[in-house]
């Protein structure tokens, strides 16, 4: 039996905690008004950032008591999710990582949590 917390990598602990804070998001997508995420249901995936970031940012100053990063890290998981059911685009898995890990506060945030095996 190991004692303490995981000290690899391991990419499914990751993604159940990226969807555990996935679950505290409660934006209503149908009801965003934001021209990125017009964009990315319109098949420019490469906006699916520029989405994340003005939404998360929106979610976090109607609601001050949740932390930037934490708005961050479960709009970019729940909007993934709903991008790929409500389109027939694919968003590549790396898009998510690379909006997560481009975002310096929020890989800030992670690091100084010990990292994602941490989280």
């Known amino acids: 039996s190991q004692s303490g917390p995981p000290t690899t990598f391991d990419p499914v602990l990751i993604a159940s905690c990226l969807r555990q804070i996935a679950d505290r998001c409660n934006v209503d997508f149908e009801r965003v008004s934001s021209q990125p995420l017009a964009e990315v249901l319109q098949g420019e995936t490469e906006k699916f950032g520029a989405a994340v970031e003005s939404i998360s940012r ?3 100053k109607q609601n001050p008591e949740l932390a930037y990063e934490i708005a961050f890290l479960s709009v970019s ?3 993934l999710i709903y991008v790929v059911k409500k389109t027939s685009f694919v968003i590549r898995p790396n898009q998510l990582t690379d909006v997560i890990n481009g975002n310096r506060q929020v890989r800030n945030y992670i690091e100084a949590r010990g990292g994602w095996v941490r989280m």
């Open 58 to 60: 929106s979610w976090s």
């Open 77 to 79: 998981v729940k909007l």
